[in-house]
DNA sequence: TCAAAAGTGTTTTTGATACACCCATGT
DNA sequence: ACATGGGTGTATCAAAAACACTTTTGA
């Protein structure tokens, strides 16, 4: 937590290095376990937990604004990262406001102003992360997403919309590469899948079908030290993936 | 063309009404005479043309923003308008910037400033349509989508991203609503999904699939007057078709 | 040795595509 | 009467969904 005097600094220096009125809010995938995750923050004396978000410098493309976020965040460079909303009602800032009115001397200061976010999600490797806490926070982790907390703001509706999206783009994008470690099994895979969809799938179907997309590799090595039959190692490959991106899964008409 | 004058008074003016920073930009679909057409403006003293575009009020919603920015060019009120993507290059306004820096006094003021524009893209009845040029302009006209004029600012990139979502938006969401008139013929609808996507489509094929939407209501009469043989008349069964936007047309997984 | 997980099929169903025939209408 | 566009139907093919059997492994 700020003290007083920390946070009118802070708020003098934002005021100087970021545009007025635009935030932007990551909603950090990961995978781990067999269980979905979101990045989330929390401060000691707030019960609420909010999603990763900063604001965008003077000269700065928005994209790379996102990724210095992220990276901040989580020590990560270059991950998938894709804009998907924008939030504008100028109410979804309101408590935010009340609560820094209270602190900063009343009239024009950076953070009682009101936002409009830019939304982005990430897909990243979970292993690789290392969450890091913002000047607001103390807390930073993945929050399972069958155990989510409750949310600051309208960030619930970030998280939502985030998530909607990502299923949707399910149906006609290959997603995995940037949420599996290089090395995985097919039922680690369909996981991943189902996972996201929130759904069983059927293990034979899903296979034949991710391979029909000829994205992955089958590697030579199983993964032993299960209980059971070893399963076969795959990775993707790469250059298939990113035309698949490219091109999508299924034209549609 | 605005006098210095007026310029100065609608910036000072505009200073006070809107939110800095941020602009939104519609890219208006229309389709008459199996032709798709944008909404499109132009200065007598400039070659490019542009988009129907403006600004936030500073507590305005932006979706509200968008409806009005559209209401004022179009006449219509309550239209189908869909947010697609933020354009945020620091560098997409410099030819912008430069041209009002020349005109107005330097230093701070609304146009010369950095603007991050939400684009949104909408659906609409040609018919209904009062082409209305903003004050920065002396015309407010359709341009067919195989005849387009030169582009002013990253207005290209903006029509063209807002062309590839609609035609991603076509295959998971019927369409058709907001662009055709109430009663229309099979003909006249396969025409619409054709010039979205560029393509020739089978008659037959067509036919089938649209109606295994379950989102059109067949009507008796026939519309009459044609050369040939007269085509049945169809309208869209508002219930269904909405439902089907919520749904969606097909799962994927 | 057996339960559970994984590999590798086949059958069935569905939807997309391609194609054929007949009907109505104005010239 | 005929060319053209429109209505309706069928054959074919490919992909999705449903389902079955065998293999491996640790307990």
């Given at each position: 937590?700020?003290?007083?005097?920390?946070?009118?600094e802070?708020?003098?220096?934002?005021?100087?290095?970021?545009?007025?009125?635009?935030?932007?809010?990551?909603?950090?995938?990961?995978?781990h376990?067999?269980?979905?995750?979101?990045?989330?923050?929390?401060?000691?004396?707030?019960?609420?937990?909010y999603?990763?978000?900063?604001?965008?410098?003077?000269?700065?493309?928005?994209?790379?604004?996102?990724?210095?976020?992220l990276?901040?965040?989580t020590?990560?460079?270059?991950?998938?990262?894709?804009?998907?909303?924008?939030?504008?009602?100028?109410?979804?800032?309101?408590?935010h406001?009340e609560?820094?009115s209270?602190?900063?001397p009343?009239?024009?200061?950076f953070?009682?102003?009101?936002f409009?976010?830019?939304?982005?999600?990430?897909?990243?490797?979970?292993?690789?992360v290392?969450?890091?806490?913002?000047?607001?926070?103390?807390i930073?982790?993945?929050?399972?997403l069958?155990?989510?907390?409750?949310?600051?703001?309208?960030?619930?509706?970030?998280?939502?919309?985030?998530?909607?999206t990502?299923?949707?783009?399910?149906?006609?994008q290959p997603?995995?590469?940037?949420?599996?470690?290089?090395e995985?099994?097919m039922?680690?895979?369909?996981?991943?899948?189902?996972?996201?969809?929130?759904?069983?799938?059927?293990?034979?179907?899903?296979?034949r079908?991710?391979?029909?997309?000829?994205?992955?590799?089958k590697?030579?090595?199983?993964?032993?030290?299960g209980?059971?039959?070893?399963?076969?190692?795959?990775?993707?490959d790469?250059k298939?993936?990113?035309?698949?991106?490219?091109?999508?899964?299924?034209?549609?008409?």
């Amino acid at each position: 937590m700020l003290t007083k005097q920390q946070l009118e600094e802070f708020e003098a220096e934002a005021g100087m290095m970021y545009l007025d009125h635009i935030s932007i809010d990551c909603v950090v995938f990961g995978f781990h376990e067999g269980q979905m995750k979101v990045l989330m923050l929390k401060s000691n004396n707030e019960e609420a937990w909010y999603l990763p978000g900063g604001f965008v410098m003077k000269q700065e493309p928005i994209e790379v604004a996102a990724n210095r976020i992220l990276a901040t965040r989580t020590g990560l460079d270059k991950v998938f990262l894709k804009q998907f909303h924008v939030f504008g009602d100028p109410d979804r800032s309101k408590i935010h406001n009340e609560m820094y009115s209270e602190v900063l001397p009343a009239g024009n200061n950076f953070f009682t102003q009101r936002f409009i976010s830019i939304g982005y999600y990430a897909l990243v490797d979970f292993f690789n992360v290392i969450p890091t806490p913002d000047v607001f926070s103390e807390i930073c982790t993945w929050r399972d997403l069958d155990d989510l907390p409750k949310f600051q703001l309208d960030h619930e509706l970030i998280f939502r919309t985030a998530l909607d999206t990502l299923r949707l783009q399910l149906s006609y994008q290959p997603i995995g590469y940037n949420l599996m470690p290089k090395e995985f099994t097919m039922p680690e895979l369909q996981k991943l899948y189902e996972t996201i969809l929130g759904k069983k799938l059927d293990r034979r179907n899903f296979q034949r079908r991710i391979l029909g997309f000829g994205i992955l590799n089958k590697l030579e090595q199983t993964r032993k030290g299960g209980a059971h039959k070893a399963p076969y190692l795959y990775s993707f490959d790469l250059k298939k993936y990113q035309a698949a991106l490219k091109e999508g899964l299924k034209s549609g008409w």
